[in-house]
């Protein structure tokens, strides 16, 4: 069963006691997601004190644009690839004032997928400024929704141990 709203908002909750205590703040970077990360977080009372931005970049161009994704890496890696992941990642940094980043990029379908990349196939990457990304690469079961949902807590999840 993908994550539920109340399990994602707990996730969420979680988190935004974490980096209130440790007074950092957190950007985020979504492509397959779009924006559901930000979402989650501002859905949370208080997120203001925690919460930096977030940034949806679908397209190359907003990757690219938005995040300093370099051309290269896109044309070479595709926008599912570690590359691209640990490049929005710290662009990520680089475009706000937060002090930790996740990012994610993805294939959520119901289109999309190749024998190489399936439905499914998501990279997320977490950063802490000043530090090195930490990306993993996930192969997540189920529709759009659920691809997308699995997504989300994955990212909420691996900022916990940032």
Known sequence: MPPSDLEL???AESLGEQLSGQRDHLVTAESCTGGWIAKTVTDVAGSSEWFDCGLAAYSYEAKQALLG???????????????????MVSGALVTSGASVAVAVTGIAG??????????????????????????????FDGDRDAVR???VAAALQGLQGL
């Open 9 to 11: 908002r707990r996730l």
């Open 69 to 87: 994704v370099r051309a290269q890496t896109l044309e070479t890696q595709g926008a599912v690839s570690r590359e691209t992941v640990i490049e």
């Open 110 to 139: 119901p289109g999309g997928g190749t024998e190489e990349k399936p439905v499914g196939t998501v990279w997320i990457a977490w950063k802490r400024r000043g530090g090195y990304p930490k990306a993993e690469l996930f192969h």
């Open 149 to 151: 949902r699995r997504t």
